[in-house]
């Protein structure tokens, strides 16, 4: 029983962090239609804010809090930055955005090795989050429920902020139709830009949220990168529920298989189960008509 | 359906100079990653006859070592422990009478280039010996080009056995004088099962291959075996099932960044190394400040050499390579082993009062060094060295306390030809 309850934790646990890795590519790739590869490296810039931040302020408390901000803003930067510099000019040619910002993800990753060196960096802790508490006989450490805490309150935030913000209305209708949206006078620049700003800023909280959990080294967004485009496929491009959904059910059958198998089988065994899926339901679990690769 | 984006914002007469951008950013990549890693147009030596330069009063050797990519910040400590060595050696009067002088070579984390560059300094330098390689891989890339060129590689990182090259020596530890003495070690204590974790690849398979024979012969129950791929970091589902388990220990072989993820995992799930410890081979000095002496601390790793180790040779190894690299660089034993092997050619050298390929092997049996490890001793017969074995404590401080040793060097025995268990070993 406490394996069951254990491993139910440890599902919704890797959910909340899928999530947290795919919701920024949700908007930048599912809505925008833009393959970011440098989006794992948003999420490496995350961790390492949080080593930087760390050096600041002595408590690892206020320096998580403080780091999720700047995490934020961070990845947006750089978000921005890679949108004005270089994708602005390749809407119209996906395969180039794919290969330019691989580039890009490759020049951050080295960046980050110069600057920091090619070992993991030990970030700290805080106090508060250390070790587990017990839930019907199986651990649950702390600090997953942190980052569930943290996946949901991200979740709430974003689709808030497009469904009753201003902002969020005209990302939609930019969306929706780009043309009819720019002749109602919306500046699809300055949308474009803000909505890039948006999906990178939530890789670099993703960044942060996985210092708890796992290494901070320069090829740390490599090994998120796959699944979160995964989640982003399964859930349906532009769909917010979808990402959801897709996230915490992966993140569930992959927990189950892993236990009553290995860690490399359950990866094949959820792949089978992926192809296999996509080739019933190519559109993913839901779907609106977008300006997408579709 | 035509993409609307196309339609309302016409931007092909762009094209070319949108072209320009991807290009660019990607080479920039390339360049970047791929530093240093530029193809050497020197001339293949095929002919094995040696071009080494024995006239003047300085002799060459090589140090062949990643310091770009990946493995670069394992290795470039590395390369400074062999250039250590070299310095200590020429301000004592060099080998026969000749200074060392010593061509820098960077393999770029790429087995390709470390081949590349292998053979460069063997035909184009006509280095006398190359000290280098850390990765399997990379010394499986440089063995052909040792020994179809009739040179002399040494290699000091620890590996999984079950190989021996005329032209290669092995410095770092064969299984019997790291894991063999480790599971020895836990049997000593009272262990009785073991639960095995390790990166999916060829190390941690052919090591659990050897545990678990070595576990049938001796008593112990094997609980459990994972694998993880190689740079993961989910290890909750793992950690529930060694929790749930029970062992009386874990064996450890798990690569890089997947132990920071590992440990964060064991040390939050509430699992104590006072109940059940983790054995690792792979954490030295630097990857503890990595994982964080905190997550870690009260588990045990496998070596034959720590900084901490208390002799008047390595007190001076130690202080001289912080003297000459930062107060603030720890010793690691693969640095240890590298410093070793430049003193293991010298002695040879001056046995066989000769630079000669066929000399030095010649010489080699039973030619020894008073290593910061302890005393190590050339094996003529399949070129490796005995190793003083160690289980050491990872301590708060980050450092490794040795909590066990062999006493004496342990024979190595890269085959396990003399182990009855291990005759189903291929």
Redesign the interface.
């Known amino acids: 029983m406490?394996?069951l309850i254990?491993?139910l934790f440890?599902g919704l646990?890797?959910g909340s962090?899928l999530l947290l890795a795919a919701l920024g590519l949700s908007l930048t790739f599912g809505q925008m239609g833009v393959i970011n590869m440098a989006h794992g490296e948003f999420i490496m810039a995350g961790c390492y804010t949080t080593y930087v931040v760390q050096k600041v302020f002595s408590s690892a408390g206020v320096s998580l809090m403080v780091s999720l901000l700047i995490g934020f803003l961070v990845g947006g930067l750089l978000g921005a930055a890679l949108e004005m510099g270089?994708i602005r000019?390749?809407?119209?040619?996906p395969l180039?955005t794919l290969?330019?910002t691989?580039?890009?993800?490759?020049?951050l990753?080295?960046?980050a090795?110069d600057i920091f060196?090619?070992?993991?960096?030990?970030?700290?802790?805080p106090e508060w989050l250390?070790?587990?508490i017990t839930i019907m006989g199986?651990?649950v450490?702390?600090?997953?429920i942190f980052i569930l805490v943290l996946a949901v309150v991200a979740v709430t935030t974003l689709a808030t902020v497009l469904k009753a913000t201003p902002l969020g209305r005209r990302i939609r209708a930019v969306v929706q139709?780009?043309?009819l949206a720019?002749t109602s006078g919306v500046s699809?620049r300055v949308t474009d830009i803000s909505t890039f700003f948006i999906g990178s800023g939530l890789a670099g909280v993703a960044g942060v949220a996985?210092t708890?959990?796992?290494?901070?080294?320069p090829?740390?967004g490599?090994?998120y990168l796959i699944d979160a485009f995964l989640v982003v496929v399964i859930g349906g491009l532009g769909q917010i529920k979808g990402t959801v959904i897709a996230a915490f059910a992966l993140g569930l059958l992959?927990?189950y298989i892993?236990?009553s198998t290995?860690?490399?089988i359950a990866?094949v065994i959820v792949f089978v189960i992926i192809v296999i899926f996509l080739q019933v339901r190519p559109q993913g679990l839901f779907t609106v008509r977008t300006?997408s690769l579709a | 359906m035509p993409d609307s984006r196309a339609i309302h914002r016409p931007r092909m007469h762009r094209a070319a100079k949108a072209l320009v951008a991807p290009t660019a950013v990607v080479l920039a990549g390339l360049l970047l990653t791929a530093c240093g890693a530029k193809d050497d147009d020197s001339t293949s030596g095929s002919n094995a006859a040696s071009c080494v330069d024995t006239s003047k009063d300085s002799i060459k050797v090589g140090s062949l070592h990643s310091l770009s990519g990946t493995m670069a910040i394992s290795e470039v400590t590395v390369a400074n422990s062999t250039k250590l060595a070299i310095d200590q050696i020429n301000a004592a009067g060099g080998v026969l009478g000749k200074k060392i002088d010593l061509v820098l070579e960077d393999g770029a984390s790429d087995p390709k280039t470390f081949a590349e560059k292998a053979e460069k300094l063997i035909s184009s330098d006509c280095v006398a010996a190359v000290f280098g390689g850390w990765t399997s891989s990379s010394r499986k890339a440089m063995k052909p080009k040792f020994e179809s060129l009739n040179s002399l590689l040494y290699y000091p990182v620890q590996y999984e056995g079950l190989e021996d090259s005329k032209n290669i020596f092995y410095t770092g530890a064969t299984t019997n004088q790291q894991i063999i003495p480790a599971l020895d070690y836990l049997k000593q204590k009272g262990i009785t099962s073991l639960y095995l974790v390790g990166s999916d690849y060829v190390f941690p398979q052919t090591a659990n291959r050897e545990i678990k024979e070595y576990a049938k012969a001796n008593g112990i129950e094997i609980k459990g075996e994972d694998y993880t791929p190689l740079g993961s970091t989910d290890f909750s589902t793992i950690v529930n099932k060694v929790r749930t388990a029970k062992a009386g220990a874990v064996f450890n072989t798990l690569n890089g960044d997947s132990n920071v993820a590992f440990f964060r995992e064991y040390t939050n799930a509430g699992l104590k190394a006072a109940e059940m410890p983790v054995v690792s081979v792979s954490i030295a000095e630097e990857e503890v400040a990595g994982i964080g002496a905190q997550n870690i601390a009260g588990q045990l790793t496998a070596w034959n050499y720590y900084q901490t180790v208390d002799t008047p040779v390595n007190k001076k190894f130690v202080a001289d390579y912080k003297a000459a690299f930062g107060a603030d660089k720890p010793t690691s034993d693969p640095m240890e082993a590298a410093y070793a092997s430049v003193y293991l050619w010298k002695n040879t050298v001056e046995k066989a009062k000769s630079f000669a390929v066929a000399d030095i092997k010649a010489a080699a049996d039973g030619v020894s060094f008073e290593a910061p490890e302890g005393l190590v001793t050339l094996d003529g017969s399949n070129h490796h060295i005995t190793k003083t074995a160690r289980v050491g404590e990872i301590r708060p401080d980050g450092l490794i306390y040795t909590v066990w040793n062999s006493g004496k060097a342990v024979t190595p025995d890269p085959y396990l030809k003399s182990y009855d268990w291990a005759k189903g070993l291929k």
């Open positions: 406490d394996v254990g491993q440890t646990s890797l962090i270089l000019w390749m809407y119209d040619r180039d290969l330019v691989f580039g890009v993800g490759l020049v990753q080295q960046l090795r060196g090619a070992p993991a960096k030990n970030v700290l802790v250390g070790g587990g199986a651990v450490p702390k600090t997953r139709n780009r043309g720019e699809s996985l708890l959990i796992g290494s901070t080294s090829t740390i490599q090994s992959n927990s892993e236990y290995t860690a490399s990866k300006r």
